[in-house]
């Protein structure tokens, strides 16, 4: 079990590179992290002594195998706990954000799995490490009249399988036609419009398309 | 021969049906469900052609009856060929249960409808793709103008080869498929049904749920969500083939009026006030026709005919049965009929429904409530039956109560004739203040207290088109005799027991017996509670009954306004009618028709003795 600082700094390496497949230099990390250069660099000694990290050319270090597995899972544990919180406890962002980075290191990974089932496998794709849908992306209900969209993801699939037959699925683009003050909407999926309850617009993550 | 109909809502599908098989329709309950599958019979070259109108469905693979029913009817493979009817100015949407139709190898026909419309929109239509991809006959049509409707039959005539079609699903389900097909024999269409947890074989469904998790788990899809997309995906393939956009001309978007708020609210209640009042209107003018008639040329000659006296009571009550069914069946039920028939098919239901969706949810139900509530108004009956377009049981339950509450034309024929003759039209309505407000409260407690799951709407606003007035009669003409089915023989019985206990003196004696509680609590004479119990079988017969017993028509001679006023209250809220309790019965069960029952009995009286101590 490694200190919560080390965990720290290699989910922080694989949120810079994405894939952990780059190299990264240490101001980079320092920056990430918002600590002292000196500091970072005794941090990353002892964890390529322990064998998370190797040195690369030009003083950066790069995730290795095990460095990558770890980080990975502590990646996954914030993306889940800050998911948890926004989403399912209403808990802003930025606190969210701050918090699942405390919570992360304490809880175990069966309890991560439960909490992951339980939300129906509602975490982000990885790839969007250590940050929750809840900055970036939205549902229905936050777009205005007019917006074209994708849906990214349908919370409960099972009760609304309707909007899987009348076009209305992860990776499709949509435009909002109209929205009433009471939130109710009709967007247009396959060339035909389809009205939503609010209830059933709030299921519908979707992602802006440029 | 039989060929059976298949198509999303609103395609042109009952058009085709009744330009091929004109009139002799014959509607039948599918067995096991309440869904009604409309069938009839057209003759091609000295052969006998039974032609099934299968309900409108967007997937075979949901969970509603009508797709359940679909899905079931084809899968028993009892039928000839399937004719496909798709709307070909929404395609893609169409393609997807095309496609799907095409999975079940069934020999087809697929009508691409609407081509007139497509012309107008500026879209070229090559069939060719569609032909050589599932190997049928590919018939462009235009159902509104007759055109090419004729080749339909001799296209199903010559299907005998069943349609071929892959669709290319992920390779995960393909290889979901494989292993199905492998350890169960289960064929393609089975295991992606079983995939997606339909089907009856359990040991095939836990399989394929093991399987469909882990997909789940893999992908952050479920199995349905990575089917329905390929589905969709291959869908937007062929239509990209098939179809060249030239430009596309403007078209006038009624839509900006009617979903929005403003206009749209108001003009909404703008609808189904102005329903209200033109059904009420010419309903009035009908009815006291047909009642004239009746008294005329049966009652009178009947009475005078000098039969015996029992004979004489049973004839009349059966002769009393039929102008009171007749009396609200044509004018009040049918015109009410032929207006949401026009509301319906125009498309301006669904808009309606969108509209009235937030409102509907605070009484705990979705927008597709609007249409029992404003079904009510003509009568609950059919309100009752349109309860089952709801989802869940939730749902259905509270609509029953609200809709079985609401003042239907029977009971406004008694607020008119009792309140606003004698008391005055401000008092008249206060009546309906008064309901719509205990319709309210029952709501809100209802949306609080039902137990069950909350399920949002989901609903494609069908284009807005100009209604077919054939099609509109022939719908109206069909729930009317449903509700005559229903209603008539009731009618009848009840009429007969009321009269047969009248005759006998059993209705005197109750009378005595209850007149000292009906004045304690409510104020009235005992006369009166026998027009309330007659009011059980009719609602109007409670303002008739009262007129006979009370000994003249000039109610406010022998009645103070008070009594009339609470008497008329007491009516509305009383007791659903002999009817709506039979189809309460075969909608929502006993337990809650029992509840129903009970809690309008309670509400009735418990106003009425309010306003009693209050006003008295």
């Given at each position: 079990m490694l200190p919560s600082a080390f965990e720290d700094y290699l989910e922080a390496i694989l949120t810079i590179t994405g894939d952990g497949k780059r190299p990264v230099a240490?101001?980079?990390?320092?920056?990430?992290?918002?600590?002292?250069?000196?500091v970072v660099e005794d941090t990353l000694t002892s964890l390529i002594e322990e064998g998370y990290l190797e040195q690369a050319p030009g003083g950066a270090v790069r995730l290795t195998e095990r460095g990558f597995t770890l980080a990975s899972r502590v990646a996954r544990k914030h993306r889940v706990l800050q998911c948890f919180l926004t989403e399912m406890l209403g808990v802003d962002a930025d606190r969210a954000s701050k918090e699942a980075c405390a919570l992360e290191h304490g809880i175990s990974d069966e309890t991560i799995d439960r909490l992951s089932t339980y939300m129906g496998g509602n975490q982000p794709a990885p790839g969007r490490m250590g940050r929750c849908r809840g900055r970036d992306a939205c549902t229905l209900l936050d777009c205005k009249e007019g917006d074209t969209v994708r849906v990214a993801m349908i919370r409960g699939p099972r009760r609304n399988r309707r909007l899987l037959d009348l076009g209305i699925f992860p990776g499709e683009v949509v435009q909002i036609r109209r929205k009433l003050p009471n939130n109710s909407v009709v967007v247009r999926a396959k060339g035909c419009d389809i009205g939503i309850s609010p209830e059933v617009a709030a299921s519908i993550i979707v992602e802006s398309c440029p | 021969?039989?060929?059976?109909?298949?198509?999303?809502?609103?395609?042109?599908?009952?058009?085709?049906?009744?330009?091929?098989?004109?009139?002799?329709?014959?509607?039948?309950?599918?067995?096991?469900?309440?869904?009604?599958?409309?069938?009839?019979?057209?003759?091609?070259?000295?052969?006998?052609?039974?032609?099934?109108?299968?309900?409108?469905?967007?997937?075979?693979?949901?969970?509603?009856?009508?797709?359940?029913?679909?899905?079931?009817?084809?899968?028993?493979?009892?039928?000839?060929?399937?004719?496909?009817?798709?709307?070909?100015?929404?395609?893609?949407?169409?393609?997807?249960?095309?496609?799907?139709?095409?999975?079940?190898?069934?020999?087809?026909?697929?009508?691409?409808?609407?081509?007139?419309?497509?012309?107008?929109?500026?879209?070229?239509?090559?069939?060719?793709?569609?032909?050589?991809?599932?190997?049928?006959?590919?018939?462009?049509?235009?159902?509104?103008?007759?055109?090419?409707?004729?080749?339909?039959?001799?296209?199903?005539?010559?299907?005998?080869?069943?349609?071929?079609?892959?669709?290319?699903?992920?390779?995960?389900?393909?290889?979901a498929v494989r292993s199905l097909g492998k350890i169960f024999g289960a064929d393609r269409v089975e295991s992606i049904q079983a995939l997606q947890g339909i089907g009856d074989n359990p040991e095939l469904l836990e399989a394929a749920r093991a399987i469909a998790d882990e997909i789940e788990s893999r992908h952050r899809m479920t199995a349905a969500q990575i089917i329905a997309a390929n589905r969709h995906n291959f869908a937007h393939q062929i239509a990209d083939l098939m179809l060249k956009e030239d430009v596309m001309l403007p078209r006038s978007d009624l839509d900006g009026f009617l979903t929005r708020a403003f206009p749209g609210i108001p003009i909404l209640l703008g609808v189904l006030v102005g329903m209200l009042l033109l059904v009420f209107a010419l309903g009035t003018f009908l009815e006291e026709m047909i009642v004239e008639l009746f008294d005329v040329f049966a009652l009178e000659p009947f009475h005078m005919l000098g039969l015996p006296p029992l004979i004489d009571v049973v004839g009349a009550s059966i002769l009393l049965a039929l102008q009171a069914g007749f009396g609200i069946a044509f004018p009040y039920v049918l015109l009410f009929y032929i207006f949401i028939s026009i509301l319906e098919d125009s498309g301006y239901m669904t808009r309606a429904a969108f509209l009235a969706d937030n409102a509907m949810h605070r009484l705990g139900m979705h927008g597709g409530a609007v249409i029992p509530l404003t079904l009510a108004f003509g009568c609950n009956v059919p309100a009752i039956m349109s309860v089952r377009l709801l989802h869940s049981r939730r749902e259905r339950i509270i609509g029953s109560f609200l809709a079985t509450m609401v003042p239907c034309s029977a009971r406004t024929v008694v607020i008119a004739g009792i309140v606003a003759a004698f008391v005055g039209i401000g008092a008249a309505f206060s009546v309906y203040a008064i309901v719509f407000v205990l319709i309210l409260i029952t709501g809100l407690f209802l949306s609080r207290v039902t137990p069950g799951e909350r399920f949002g709407m989901i609903m494609e606003m069908v284009p807005l088109r100009r209604p077919d007035p054939r099609l509109v009669l022939k719908k109206a003409w069909s729930r009317l005799s449903e509700f005559l089915f229903i209603a008539m023989p009731l009618l009848l019985a009840g009429s007969v027991v009321l009269g047969l206990l009248e005759f006998f003196g059993i209705m005197t004696l109750f009378e005595q017996i209850v007149e000292p509680y009906t004045m304690a609590l409510l104020g009235l004479p005992g006369y009166s509670a026998t027009a309330l119990i007659f009011g059980i079988l009719r609602k109007e017969m409670a303002f008739e009954t009262l007129a006979i017993l009370a000994?003249?028509?000039?109610?406010?001679?022998?009645?103070?306004?008070?009594?009339?006023?609470?008497?008329?209250?007491?009516t509305v809220l009383f007791v659903p009618c002999l009817a709506t309790i039979t189809v309460l019965l075969r909608e929502v069960g006993a337990r809650i028709t029992l509840a129903i029952t009970a809690y309008t009995v309670a509400l009735g009286l418990f106003v009425g003795a309010l306003l009693f101590h209050l006003l008295g």
């Open positions: 240490l101001q980079e990390i320092a920056d990430a992290l918002d600590t002292e250069r000196t | 021969m039989r060929f059976a109909l298949v198509g999303n809502p609103s395609v042109g599908k009952s058009l085709i049906f009744n330009q091929l098989t004109g009139l002799g329709v014959e509607v039948s309950n599918y067995p096991g469900t309440t869904v009604e599958l409309q069938r009839g019979n057209t003759c091609f070259q000295r052969e006998m052609i039974e032609l099934v109108d299968l309900p409108g469905v967007y997937s075979l693979d949901g969970e509603s009856e009508e797709e359940a029913l679909v899905r079931e009817f084809l899968g028993q493979r009892e039928i000839d060929a399937v004719i496909v009817v798709t709307n070909v100015t929404r395609l893609e949407r169409n393609l997807y249960l095309l496609l799907q139709v095409a999975e079940y190898g069934l020999p087809m026909v697929v009508v691409l409808n609407m081509v007139d419309e497509a012309v107008k929109q500026g879209l070229e239509i090559d069939t060719n793709p569609l032909r050589d991809l599932l190997g049928v006959d590919v018939i462009l049509a235009a159902a509104a103008q007759g055109k090419n409707i004729d080749q339909i039959i001799p296209a199903a005539l010559a299907a005998t080869r069943p349609a071929t079609v892959e669709i290319p699903y992920d390779h995960h389900i393909e290889a000994g003249t028509a000039d109610l406010g001679s022998v009645l103070s306004s008070l009594q009339l006023y609470i008497f008329a209250i007491v």
